[in-house]
DNA sequence: CATGAATGAGGCTTCATTCAT
DNA sequence: AATGAATGAAGCCTCATTCAT
């Protein structure tokens, strides 16, 4: 009601990337039409070019602003350290498992998009890093065994990332038994 | 040169679905064009329509004819029983890696047909059946300790599949070494 | 120039049906492009998709839109009750030649669409109908001696359509002077 | 089985022929495809381009070759002066329509052929000035009253047509009572 | 800011026709 | 004589994008 113009132009443009990441994630980027966009955003096809310079931009706008590592960055952040690793990591791998399910439509995204490959791969190493990193970490402080943290990041990553991609969900404590059975 | 009618109906088909197979995964569905084909194959577009009725029955060819589930049933026909788990197991996993390797294009299509949800859910579930019949199999023969064979054949497809997928290939030693630590 | 927005998609709407109407008219429905219409009507062939989904809903508007028979019912609807039969009968006539010769194009259509065969045959029901019904009233009025009104009406309709078809004109007052000799 | 190749060559061509007629009183000159014909006729395509040089050549030999005019002409050869004018115009006129309906795929096809307008008015002006001929003879010998006899032809000859062609036949006995009341 | 009419390029598909076999 | 694989030219239609209002 009473947005001032700047804040209505901030408004409308999230409420454009909803819209389009909706719509992106539903039909693939190819698939899906500007009016496709305009209508779920229940706006104007020419609208969009106020606020985008084209289609393409508007994948790249949400590829690279609306990512979720930032977000599982800000949750390592946060000390967990006090706590026994396999729950802190069972902690992790669920926000992880979580966030994939929040923004099934952004990893349908990053699936579907051709051009996409590039940022998918980068979150991917980043995403593997990060539950590396912290392995690595406990392995250092004596809290895990000695292992190949590297593959086990690799393994824990992917198992949580496919089988939530394709519908699969699955049971993260067991997971973290499968790999630490003496820990738990 | 001197094919009989036939044979060259049968050639032709193949090599229309190689062609169609290199362009969609390199564009995608939906990114690669009828024309797009036509040139791979060097072939116009119009000949595409004699042997497929559209551009969505050439997809739908290729996801069930060139699904490479198939192959891993072959493999897993033959008897590899007298051996141990952990060096069989290595063994399919390498196999099944091979395998997405060498049909890069096929999974690039798998997971960009955004119809063609089905399918790839449908290998995926297969995949880790299989895998999971043989771990079973082998801790029911005592060749393996028990543990939670469903689980663990996820973990081991979802890992193989996806760094496949993303181009960061595992040592599937190492992997199977991480699950199965004291049998190696 | 200076027309609000819903005037120019009315007035766009009819100009390209006049479009249409001609081209098909001339060309036959399947033998005139959507380009000849979108041609004729100066436009780009785009447009016309935005106002008919489809080559066939234009040809299906025209036929329901622009059908004559309504025409003729508004000259049904006056009075003519107070002069002898025949000339009325002459005039009625006259007023459905005078309809065919100035819809000569929407004629071509209606004897050209092949599908279209449904709406062509209800006109002919229905003008054959409405001729019959006058004759019939004049009968009992004891204006026209007594007579198989609707073979009249058929041979009326009939005779006046054809000639007026395929090129050869009549003169209806004689036609009329045929069938009923003594009146006149 | 045991033709010359001549013979052969005349059968196949008259066969196709068959084909052609059928195809495109069915489907319209311009929604038929060669295929269509082929299949028709049992035959490939390629095959119809030995004994006609393109589709539209198929049109025109049926046109000039399966013009039912001929047969109409035949029957006026035979003498029938001897018996009253109204009985033998009454069979003139069912050996027409009995014509227009052993002949529908035929008469669809003027209808429908756009390029064939102008076979399509010399039928109708052919077939007016035989039955204006007859009439004219019999007005000469007495036999009918004197009238309008052009007028008299086309009303009768319309009147037949267009309701052979629109599915809507007639009494044709009441058609010439219509005309001639007194004589019957 | 917002609309939606209009464009132009290009996509999928069909089909008359040719030609090697 | 007959086939049917292959072509090339269109045809219908969609859609990202622009622009006057």
Redesign the interface.
């Known amino acids: 009601m009473s947005r001032t113009r700047s804040e209505q132009a901030v408004w409308r443009r999230e409420q454009l990337l909803d819209a389009a990441l909706r719509v992106f994630a539903d039909?693939?980027?190819?698939?899906a039409t500007v009016k496709d966009v305009a209508q779920a955003a229940d706006v104007t096809p020419g609208l969009l070019y106020r606020y985008f310079a084209s289609k393409e931009a508007m994948v790249e706008t949400l590829l690279s602003e609306r990512g979720f590592l930032p977000r599982l960055l800000e949750w390592r952040a946060q000390g967990h350290d006090t706590r026994p690793a396999t729950e802190v990591l069972t902690e992790l791998l669920e926000a992880f498992d979580r966030l994939l399910a929040d923004n099934a439509e952004l990893m349908a995204l990053f699936?579907?998009a051709?051009q996409a490959r590039a940022p998918?791969?980068t979150m991917?190493?980043e995403g593997?890093r990060l539950i590396g990193d912290f392995l690595r970490d406990r392995v250092d402080a004596g809290d895990l065994r000695p292992?190949?943290t590297v593959?086990?990041a690799?393994?824990l990553?992917?198992?949580v990332?496919?089988?939530r991609r394709?519908?699969?969900p699955?049971?993260i404590a067991?997971?973290v038994?499968?790999?630490y059975?003496e820990e738990g």
């Open positions: 039909k693939g980027v190819d698939g699936f579907s051709a998918l791969a991917v190493n593997q292992h190949d593959m086990a690799k393994t990553f992917a198992t990332a496919i089988n394709f519908g699969t699955i049971d067991a997971l038994g499968l790999l059975p």
